[in-house]
């Protein structure tokens, strides 16, 4: 059989195809295309070109979902060059080599997430372009298989210099390939999951779960500098991040875990709560100070940091509207390791764009946006825990006061505000707050009693003597002692979510001490 060098495009993506196409022509490749990337290089002026049924000797069908499988097409691909018995195969099968095979797939994950029918979404399921890329990954050494434009100028490059593409750059495209097939795959298999796992209503989570994580940028290091950390995440369709980072240094992996948790606090607040200024100050994932105002951006940054001056040395602030400058020049003397807000002020920025080892981040809409019923995965005992992640809003109307004690609005605002704090904060935990700022944080305690103890020598060496503050614990109190002691050091009201054996004792007992006390029938616990 007289040798003809072939390459195979079949494209979804036409960018830079008629670049690369050309300089194959002119390197002596014959180029076997399918249907509408056929008509598109022919339109560019390819003239060395022929369709898939001129190879095949069969035409595409049922609409072109078959077009590329043949054997004479997978021949061509898998033959190893130098097996005999292969070209024997070849020579007898009257099939030719095909050395590039040119191929991106059909965009089922961005189609998958279109509001158009189910049927017309498995439309975009590529299934030749897979096989295609499959085979020629697997048959690396001697065929390069091109998945991506951004490949193109490399190839160009050994084309133009007449030189053979190294079978090190090979495995590397290849290694791409089953990157991307698995990748494709996974996207398919959780659009078609029956158990549609980690959505809101399932009993269940479903059997297996399909991940496929890209590395989005190293990190400066990990818990500790001797550790290498790097932020991957799911592929997402538009493959843009929640946040921009605007001036300082790299971003670690502890400042990641308390950019989430910041951001965590700020979603709570940004729902019916919008026309409130608000900022909090977090610290190893914990909130050592939030504060609501209605006065300014400044006004609430100082209320919070007020809570805890030490613990706020060096933390992360983040505030629920645009950055101004009175606020920036508030922030400037202090150490500060990142501050995140929806939008920075030009003045702001001169003024915190000049601290070097300050991380700017503007965050947008996606990361404080209702991602009710996501997945959150965290590593243990050799596997993984999977839960989904407790980003719900709480639900006010099933909230019940308990008591027969009479409530002022003022002290249930308070409450509320009190209970969206002790969401985010380590349990066991306590919350104290006043006029819609918290006074003390106690974090992380080994019990419950303690942690209230905690928060209120804190809130004495912020602010002296407090009269009339309230409460909030995240888990329920398993003995009336917290109760006590929360009368005795002033607390005029208490919300917790209940469900003690001892309830009905933690009722008697704040009914006795005259506190107010509310159910909110859900615990946020945050180990």
């Not at 400044?298 to 060096?314: M, N, P, Q």
């Amino acid at each position: 059989m007289p040798e003809i060098k072939y390459a195979l495009i079949s494209v979804y993506d036409k960018k830079g195809i008629a670049e690369l196409a050309s300089n194959l022509e002119i390197a002596g490749y014959t180029l076997i295309a399918t249907g509408n990337t056929y008509k598109f290089l022919k339109s560019e002026g390819i003239a060395n070109l022929k369709k898939i049924d001129e190879i095949t000797g069969f035409p595409e069908i049922l609409g072109g979902r078959v077009k590329t499988l043949h054997p004479v097409i997978f021949g061509g691909i898998l033959s190893i060059r130098n097996n005999e018995s292969h070209g024997d195969d070849l020579i007898k099968n009257e099939i030719n080599l095909i050395d590039f095979v040119i191929v991106n797939l059909y965009p089922f994950k961005e189609m998958a997430g279109k509001n158009i029918a189910d049927d017309e979404k498995l439309e975009f399921i590529d299934i030749g372009g897979v096989s295609l890329l499959r085979a020629a990954a697997k048959n690396y050494k001697d065929v390069a298989v091109v998945i991506n434009p951004s490949f193109y100028e490399d190839i160009i490059s050994y084309l133009k210099n007449k030189q053979e593409i190294p079978e090190r750059v090979k495995k590397l495209y290849a290694y791409e390939t089953f990157k991307l097939t698995a990748e494709y795959d996974a996207a398919i298999a959780g659009f078609l999951n029956p158990d549609n796992a980690g959505k809101v209503g399932n009993k269940e989570l479903g059997p297996g779960i399909g991940l496929s994580l890209k590395k989005t940028f190293s990190l400066r290091y990990g818990e500790n500098p001797h550790q290498k950390a790097a932020f991957y995440r799911t592929d997402k369709a538009d493959g843009s991040l929640p946040f921009e980072k605007l001036s300082g240094k790299d971003i670690s992996y502890n400042n990641l875990l308390d950019i989430d948790s910041a951001l965590g606090i700020i979603k709570d607040f940004n729902n019916g709560l919008t026309k409130n200024y608000f900022a909090t100050i977090v610290k190893h994932t914990n909130p050592c100070g939030a504060a609501l105002s209605g006065k300014s951006l400044k006004d609430a940054f100082l209320s919070a940091r007020k809570t805890d001056e030490i613990s706020s040395y060096g933390g992360i602030i983040g505030f629920n509207k645009k950055l101004d400058e009175e606020t920036a020049s508030e922030i400037k003397p202090f150490f500060v390791e990142i501050i995140l807000a929806p939008e920075y002020s030009e003045e702001s920025l001169k003024i915190l764009g000049a601290k070097k080892n300050t991380i700017l981040i503007k965050y947008n809409e996606g990361f404080i946006s209702d991602n009710s019923g996501i997945l959150s995965f965290k590593s243990s005992c050799g596997g993984f825990l999977v839960q989904e992640k407790d980003d719900f809003a709480d639900d006010r109307s099933l909230f019940k006061t308990v008591t027969g004690v009479k409530m002022e609005e003022s002290v249930l605002c308070d409450l509320i505000f009190a209970w969206k704090i002790a969401k985010h904060v380590k349990s066991n935990a306590i919350v104290y707050a006043k006029n819609g700022a918290t006074k003390g944080i106690g974090a992380g305690q080994m019990s419950r009693i303690d942690a209230a103890v905690f928060a209120f020598e804190k809130m004495k060496n912020a602010f002296g003597e407090i009269k009339e503050f309230v409460m909030a614990s995240d888990g329920f109190f398993p003995f009336r002692d917290s109760v006590e002691y929360a009368a005795k050091i002033g607390v005029c009201g208490i919300i917790q979510p209940g469900g003690s054996i001892r309830d009905d004792e933690v009722i008697e007992a704040a009914n006795k001490l005259n506190v107010p006390m509310i159910f909110t029938g859900i615990r946020h616990f945050k180990h």
